[in-house]
């Protein structure tokens, strides 16, 4: 019986031992939680913080792969002003508040008045610079660092330096501002393009603050571009490590462009525009076979990674809103004619032996036209009438159209119509339709010179595609293909119709490469068989009507006229060395050709045909 | 007789309370033994959280200069610049006349190489989808009896 009474006992000691250690556990979870101020819990921004995952905008890229439009990093640098104040450390504010100022040019009126204003308030963060960039931030950096080590600054002719060497290393590093307390720098991809302000009217450009395309290929295609920089809280828990935001990259775009083309194409307009004395210009190179834009050159053109600077907002915001001409109406002149004719051909109401007595003035609509010179011209025929550029002859075959048949034509190449090309801002241009109550026939008359009407270079060009490439009209375009994620898109060549059959167009070609070895046109190149033909249109001034002292003068032409290669447009506008087309645009067809036959490896005539045989 | 010895044993208080405080230590250890598992599962958890933290972190550096090298290369080979090397170097562009076209027999054109993927192609995708992790421990236990009784089938 006592042996018995021990092991309870013992039992019973342990049992009170485990269930006191078992309470006392329960107790002090109990305790914690009703006992604890939820003040002392430490802050939420302690857990964690805002992350934003490094999205690439979508490159811009020409047809070989050069880059147009890249990324590159920006720094927002941050200073902690009220940290000083609390520490008694007037003199570094003022120091970082005049490095700031010098390095990163603040020009902003307001942040200029804080950051100079003396005593300064008590504002927590304030970001000196929202776009820093790598070297400016570490020129920044450096002076920081030496005005802490007690290192003065150096002095070039009473001045302070400009600044510090940067190595290609520390150029593509991101900087690591963590050794300043009181400085933070964060890194952000901004838009880059290295090529500065070539093909800059295709691209358009992305708003630094709102990351918005505007014009062109950014502006048409932002939201495929567009790199979606998630920001979302991300805890430090590493329990929690996926929930950190991943990257969503937008996606690449190639284009039909040939950079080394474009350039070239550039050149050559602004050495016009400048000799001239134009105010303005595009050329536009197409392969007529697949619709492909090679080049596309815009005059004037601005620097887009300054997109806001001063200079460039006349050619950026001007009152007419373009940025490039050649997506812009305008009333091209006698280039129309190339399409008046096509119709009448293939309509079968005039052939190119077709006979007219130019008797120097026609009236249509009760409106009296003449020819340019305002001349008599004689017998002619369909040839002549285009080699010599007649307007009373093609009013006259416009006539013999007559309006219905004529616009639908003009309907059927695309006229008043959107080509559809992917840029930003193309216009439809303006044609009337015949029905419409404001309509009068003499504008049939003026329209087949391509007065009164208001069409786009890139709609002339695919117009003009059916007469170059047998027929059938092809949309014009300058995406070549949407890479994204590792698939590639490409768009197929776009047959958009047939507006006049394969006979007609190449009736057409044949005249009007006949009529331009016949003129000895500045349009030619020796070895190459070119079809094309001028324009020079008044221009309307309003109150005033139409004045011919101010034109636009076009070219546009196409070749080889047996296998097309090439189909250019030039437009310059508003030359005052000439007014006549023949004079001004032909010779930059001509030097654009020079260029296109050697970049396309396209040979002399006598040699491709030798080398087919 | 052995039946009422089993009894006797059993019930012997001595016997069931040595029971009851074997069960409650076997509960212990295994709650210790399944915590001890759950601190092991868990350190490994932060310890890959922090890891892909880490990761994280080096892919966006990697991220930002890559955009940079990419941006210097751009720069660096820029039209104007090539071509003012171009200049230096004694070369200018030619005029079609001074181009030499020879004709090599035999010789055709290739077609165009694509180095992207193109729409219609998809990457490979490793599905990793073993039976094994569809299949509970008492299913694995009932195969491999079944795979260690079959040769003794239809005996």
């Known amino acids: 019986m006592s042996e018995k009474i021990t092991y309870n006992w013992r039992f019973i000691t342990i049992a009170l031992l485990y269930s006191l250690f078992g309470l006392a556990i329960i107790a002090q979870m109990v305790r914690i939680q009703l006992t604890v101020n939820s003040g002392d819990l430490p802050s939420p921004s ?264 001063d200079d460039y907002l006349d050619i950026i915001n001007n009152h007419e809103n373009v940025f490039n001409y050649a997506i812009r109406s305008y009333e091209p002149g006698s280039v129309v004619k190339v399409l008046t004719m096509a119709a009448a051909l293939d309509a079968g109401v005039v052939e190119p032996n077709t006979e007219f007595i130019d008797e120097g003035e026609i009236e249509i609509g009760g409106v009296t036209i003449k020819n340019w010179n305002e001349k008599a011209w004689g017998p002619q ?41 992917e840029l930003s801002g193309e216009a439809p241009g303006l044609v009337k339709s015949y029905w419409s109550p404001d309509y009068t026939r003499s504008e049939l008359g003026t329209n087949a010179f391509g007065q009164g009407i208001e069409i786009t270079p890139i709609q002339m060009v695919k117009a003009i595609s059916a007469i170059a490439n047998k027929g059938e009209m092809v949309a014009p375009r300058i995406i ?33 490469q ?100 | 007789m052995t039946e009422s010895l089993n009894q006797a044993y059993s019930n012997s208080p001595r016997r069931k309370k040595l029971q009851i405080i074997g069960s409650v230590f076997m509960a212990i250890v295994i709650a210790a033994v399944m915590l001890i598992l759950y601190l092991v599962v868990s350190a490994r958890v932060v310890s890959m959280g922090r890891q892909l933290q880490q990761a994280k972190d080096e892919i966006d550096q990697l991220v930002y200069q890559g955009v940079n090298y990419r941006n210097q290369i751009a720069q660096l080979s820029r039209f104007d610049v090539m071509e003012l090397k171009a200049v230096e170097m004694g070369f200018r562009a030619p005029y079609p006349g001074e181009v030499f076209y020879v004709p090599v027999p035999g010789y055709k054109l290739g077609p165009e190489t694509h180095v992207e993927i193109l729409q219609d192609t998809r990457p490979a995708v490793i599905n990793v989808n073993l039976l094994e992790y569809h299949q509970s421990l008492i299913d694995w236990v009932g195969e491999q009896l079944n795979n260690i009784l079959r040769p003794f089938e239809g005996l």
Request: proline fraction near 5%.
């Open chain 1, 514 to 613: 006949e009529s331009l070895q016949n003129e000895s046109s500045l349009a030619l190149v020796p070895g190459y068989s070119l079809a094309g033909k001028t324009g020079t249109a008044e221009i309307y001034v309003p109150g005033q009507g139409y004045k011919s002292t101010a034109t636009n003068t076009s070219f546009v032409g196409w070749g080889p006229t047996d296998d097309p290669k090439f189909l250019v447009y030039v437009w310059v506008s508003k030359p005052s060395a000439s007014i006549w087309g023949s004079e001004i645009a032909a010779p930059v067809f001509s030097k654009v050709v020079e260029k296109l036959v050697i970049h396309l490896g396209i040979p002399p005539d006598a040699v491709r045909v030798a080398l087919e045989e």
């Open chain 1, 480 to 512: 070549h293909s949407i890479v994204d994620d590792g698939y590639r898109y490409t768009p197929p060549k776009t047959v958009v119709g047939h507006p006049v059959s394969a006979e007609t167009a190449q009736t057409l070609t044949d005249m009007l």
């Open chain 1, 46 to 309: 302690l857990l964690g913080q805002w992350e934003t995952a490094a999205s690439r905008r979508g490159l811009i890229l020409d047809r070989n792969g050069h880059l147009l439009a890249g990324n590159q990093t920006a720094y927002a640098v941050d200073v902690n002003f009220s940290e000083f104040y609390q520490s008694g450390e007037i003199e570094e504010v003022k120091m970082l508040a005049d490095l700031a100022i010098e390095v990163f040019g603040i020009n902003n009126q307001y942040l200029l008045e804080f950051l100079r204003e003396e005593p300064r308030p008590l504002t927590k963060n304030i970001t000196v610079e929202r776009f820093a960039s790598q070297e400016d931030l570490l020129n920044f950096l450096a002076l920081v660092d030496n005005y802490y080590a007690g290192i003065p600054r150096e002095l070039v002719d009473g001045e302070p330096s400009e600044g510090i060497a940067i190595s290609l290393e520390e150029r593509v590093e991101v900087i690591d501002c963590s050794h300043l307390i009181r400085v933070s720098c964060t890194p952000h991809l901004i838009r880059s393009y290295p090529e500065k302000k070539l093909a800059s009217n295709i691209i358009g450009f992305v708003m630094r603050d709102s990351k918005q395309g505007q014009l062109g290929i950014e502006g048409k295609y932002d939201s495929t571009l567009f790199g979606n920089d998630r920001t979302l809280w991300a805890l430090w828990d590493p329990h929690k490590a996926d929930q950190a935001p991943d990257p969503d990259d937008g996606a690449n775009i190639i284009l039909t462009i040939d950079s080394v083309l474009q350039a070239d194409v550039e050149n050559i307009l602004d050495k016009t525009i400048q000799k001239t004395g134009a105010v303005a210009g595009t050329v536009i190179v197409m392969d007529p076979q697949t619709g492909e834009i090679l080049a596309m050159a815009s005059s004037p053109r601005a620097d887009i990674n300054q997109y806001w600077f």
């Open chain 1, 381 to 421: 025929n369909m040839t002549s009438c285009m080699q010599n550029s007649l307007n009373v002859c093609l009013a006259w075959v416009a006539t013999e159209l007559e309006s219905e048949q004529f616009y639908n034509y003009f309907q059927d190449f695309g006229f008043g119509q959107m080509t559809g090309i």
